[in-house]
């Protein structure tokens, strides 16, 4: 009988071997994946080698093509924003990062405190929130666009107006036979603007004659679309009405395009009722889709303000059932806002559905916009209703990131009787003995609370405020927000001043 030692021994190196066999077959798998992975990347190098001799190829073979004979290309590569972030947003107070941090230090992207753009106001917002005028700070896009193959090489005229070395004065007709070429390039697309403010009939005529046949490929052009955009402004009456017939049919496909939108907005500007409604009835059946969009969201609030509601009735039915969802969304707060500010007649059932979600909005990144758009040109009735929502949750809501823009537009915009009633829940010692107002004196957010209560209370309200901040003057200024209420407001009413005294 073989000992239970030798038994044991036999099984740990039975293991151990199995042990090792298996990091062996790992190994060699890992050598295997590594050999498959270098050939792999040896491939997609040959490859791009075998597409830059062909581009190569390309371009000495363009360089031979005379130039007189080359033509504007019509292609266009659409480059879209990335998605904004969610995190928070700053507040619209100075010096105050409200949100994290834009609307929180956003890292690049950021709806401009959930309002709305429009066409009127040049272009949509860049990474940053800010409206570009018109197209001059398109640069990286013009860059991108002409690397991308936007144009091809461009023809002897634009060259010479571009470099201009003998300072030529060029008018519209100078460039006629070239217009839709000089559209698409920014330096061009901005000289027709220009002219066409103060350009004769005949002038815009020449002009529209020839853009006429490439008005769409021009729509979702970088820089085409503006020239498209400024016939609608200064166009003729048949002339606007021309190039809106040229969208029929399109309006969805341009409303979800970057350039296209803007050009959809301004022809809902410019054209007649009975056309807005030829064109907005196309995006029936696709109106929350156009709302979720960074870009049809754009064409939704256009429609909104300027088509009658008669036409846009469809607009409103899309909402039925979806205004939580549509307040709480980066895009949807903007359009919910501008039905409520433009749909008054018709607004009522839209409006008693969001009364039931308040509670929850006023906590949101995005909701709190459409409460606060409330009691900003809301009815009394419906500011009342809000404000009752808050009652009873002052100090919570105000030391709360988002919900503090609401108790501030609450003390702004409600009734007397009203705010003093939440200024009262504010100063009333607690039965455990603290002080709501010394607990928000101190708080990141719910310190501009109070700043706003200083700004609007008066009377007897006024002086139990001011006596009740006094006291604790000097120890606010061991704390960062406690300095800011009073940088912002003790200096200017005296409370120091008084103290010292």
Known sequence: ???????????????????????LRLQSQQ????????????????????????????????????????????QHVTRQPSHHSKSGRSKPHSGRNHKGGHDAGRAQHEIDQASSWSSSQGSPPNANGIHRSHHKDDETEADAHQAEGGHGQRSALLEDFRSNKNNKKYELKDIAGSVVEFSSDQHGSRFIQQKLETATDEE???????????????????????VIQKF???????????????????????????????????????????????????????????????????????????????????????????VYVLATHPYGCRVIQRMFEHCVDTKAPLMEELHKYIPNLVQDQYGNYVIQHILERGTPAEKALVVSKIFGQVLTLSKHKFASNVVEKCVAYGSKLDRQKLIDEVITTKSDGTSPLVLMMKDQFANYVVQKMLDVV???????????????????????????????????????STQSS
Do not use: W
């Open 31 to 74: 050598i295997l994946l590594q050999q498959q992975q270098l050939l792999l990347l040896q491939q997609q190098q040959q490859q791009q080698r075998e597409q830059l001799q062909q581009q190569q190829q390309q371009q000495q073979q363009q360089q031979q093509q005379p130039q007189g004979l080359q033509q504007p290309q019509a």
């Open 458 to 496: 008066d009377g007897e309200q006024r002086d139990i405020l001011v006596a009740k901040i006094k006291p604790h003057l000097s120890s606010l200024k061991k704390y960062t927000y406690g300095k800011h209420l009073i940088s912002s407001k003790c200096h200017h009413e005296g409370f120091l």
């Open 232 to 322: 609608f402004e200064h166009g003729q009456v048949d002339h606007k009405s021309a190039l809106a017939k040229q969208m029929e049919g399109h309006v969805l496909s341009l409303a979800l395009q970057m350039y296209g939108c803007r050009v959809v907005q301004k022809g809902l500007e410019h054209v007649k009722s009975d056309q807005q409604a030829l064109l907005v009835k196309e995006l029936d059946g696709n109106v929350l889709k156009c709302v979720k969009d960074q870009n049809g969201n754009h064409v939704i609030q256009k429609a909104i303000e300027c088509v009658p509601t008669e036409h846009i009735r469809f607009i409103i039915n899309a909402f039925t059932g979806q």
């Open 204 to 226: 815009k005529q020449m002009v529209f004659e020839e853009i006429m046949p490439h008005a769409l490929q021009l729509m979702t052009d970088v820089f085409g679309n503006y």
């Open 1 to 23: 009988m073989s000992s239970p030692n030798l038994t044991h021994s036999d099984a740990r190196i039975a293991a151990a071997n199995a042990s090792a066999e298996q990091k």
